[in-house]
Antibody, heavy 117, light 111 residues
Framework: EVQLVESGGGLVEPGGSLRLSCAASGFTFSNAWMTWVRQAPGKGLEWIGHIKSKTDGGTTDYIAPVKGRFAISRDDSKNTLYLQMNSLKTEDTALYYC??????????WGQGTLVTV | QSALTQPASVSGSPGQSITISCTGTSSDVGGYNYVSWYQQHPGKAPKLMIYEVSNRPSGVSNRFSGSKSGNTASLTISGLQAEDEADYYCYSYTRRSTLGVFGGGTKLTVL
């Protein structure tokens, strides 16, 4: 069974930092492109960034509002995805999901971790 | 502002059929068969309902179907049930960017 479990959310003051983690199991994590999606209270889903598998270069992409402040990384030896968030703003308040987000049926989501700035 | 346009809300009575549209451009929805649809109930994670325009993952009811015409993809739910009341989001591949984008979401109300 595929599982994605996010952790690390919490209450932080503007300008502060948080690191979110996403523990993956039930699939070959090292082969997966992993994505972070967030959802502000009462709002829609927002794709914020992804990291490719190492075999595909391991590169990252981010939306403009978080570029330079957020960094996605992965530890394939621990099957864990990370989201380092710096210089947090009130508009970053949201539920943060990690997901395998693909165009196929291999599409899995965690339950999310809440970040309040 | 989403690059994919969905109606903010739709509604229908139990047993009826409804359709939710997702309009993009020839660079995304119209140019590729990589459109997905997600259902999200309050307080829950999104759930994949349709992928590659019209394919249903295992376990998803056949009351859910997807299609595409030109630059607009559609999600149709037939035989509406109370449990279908949720938010629905489309997602599409786009060649304009390496970034992903969701539609703005549609709130389905079952009357």
């Amino acid at each position: 069974e595929v599982q994605l479990v996010e952790s690390g959310g919490g209450l932080v003051e503007p300008g502060g930092s948080l690191r979110l983690s996403c523990a993956a199991s039930g699939f070959t994590f090292s082969n997966a492109w992993m994505t972070w999606v967030r959802q502000a209270p009462g709002k829609g889903l927002e794709w914020i960034g992804h990291i490719k598998s190492k075999t595909d270069g391991g590169t990252t992409d981010y939306i403009a509002p978080v570029k330079g402040r957020f960094a996605i990384s992965r530890d394939d030896s621990k099957n864990t995805l990370y989201l380092q968030m710096n210089s947090l703003k009130t508009e970053d308040t949201a539920l943060y999901y990690c997901t395998t987000l693909s165009y196929s049926s291999s599409d899995y989501w965690g339950q999310g971790t809440l970040v309040t700035v | 502002q989403s690059a994919l346009t969905q109606p903010a809300s739709v509604s229908g009575s139990p047993g009826q059929s409804i359709t939710i549209s997702c309009t993009g451009t020839s660079s995304d929805v119209g140019g590729y068969n990589y459109v997905s649809w997600y259902q999200q109930h309050p307080g829950k994670a999104p759930k994949l309902m349709i992928y590659e325009v019209s394919n249903r993952p295992s376990g998803v009811s056949n009351r859910f179907s997807g299609s595409k015409s030109g630059n607009t993809a559609s999600l149709t739910i037939s035989g509406l049930q109370a449990e279908d009341e949720a938010d629905y989001y489309c997602y599409s591949y786009t060649r304009r960017s390496t970034l992903g984008v969701f539609g703005g979401g549609t709130k389905l109300t079952v009357l």
